[in-house]
């Protein structure tokens, strides 16, 4: 039987209602795991997170998801943070544009940094999402995590006179 799986799919372009904000998932040497938003739209959540790796963890994860030269190449496997989530029940959640983004400091310190999201065309209403992440090939344990949702008023800009 084939596991479910949420789709690699964009969000809509219509603007959604923000329902739940920044959350430091998991933190562990080297690495953070965030939740930066979820979105609610009237077809699903777009869901973002925020991995964050430096020293030893960013390496691996530089070697983890460089490009495949040769696709008949064995030993050009890769991973990538792995995702679950859900509302009734948990599925894996393929990014859709996931991000990566590398840099190197003058000292040599390696910083990884993704952003990736996630599409669940999920009904409304949803009050609660489950998310389970984890990249064991970077040293990143696995997280489990349930988050209630309610619509967030958008920050007010002061008015200038």
Do not use: K
Not at 95 to 101: A, N, T
Not at 110 to 138: G, H, K, N
């Amino acid at each position: 039987m084939r596991s479910p799986r949420w789709p690699a799919t964009a969000p809509p372009p219509c603007r959604g209602d923000r329902v739940h904000g920044h959350r430091l998932l998991s933190a562990h040497t080297h690495l953070t795991l965030e939740l930066v938003r979820i979105t609610a739209y009237p077809s699903g959540l777009a869901v973002q997170l925020a991995l964050t790796a430096t020293g030893r963890p960013a390496r691996r994860a530089l070697h983890q998801t460089r490009p495949l030269t040769d696709p008949a190449d064995p030993s050009a496997r890769w991973s990538y943070l792995d995702v679950w989530a859900g509302t009734d029940y948990l599925a894996v959640a393929d990014p859709y544009l996931p991000r990566p983004d590398l840099q190197a400091t003058a000292t040599g310190i390696c910083t990884y940094r993704s952003e990736p999201l996630y599409w669940l065309p999920v009904p409304p209403p949803v009050r609660t999402v489950t998310l389970t992440a984890e990249w064991p090939q970077i040293g990143l344990p696995a997280s489990v995590t349930t988050v209630n949702l309610a619509v967030i008023a958008p920050q007010s800009t002061p008015r200038r006179t």
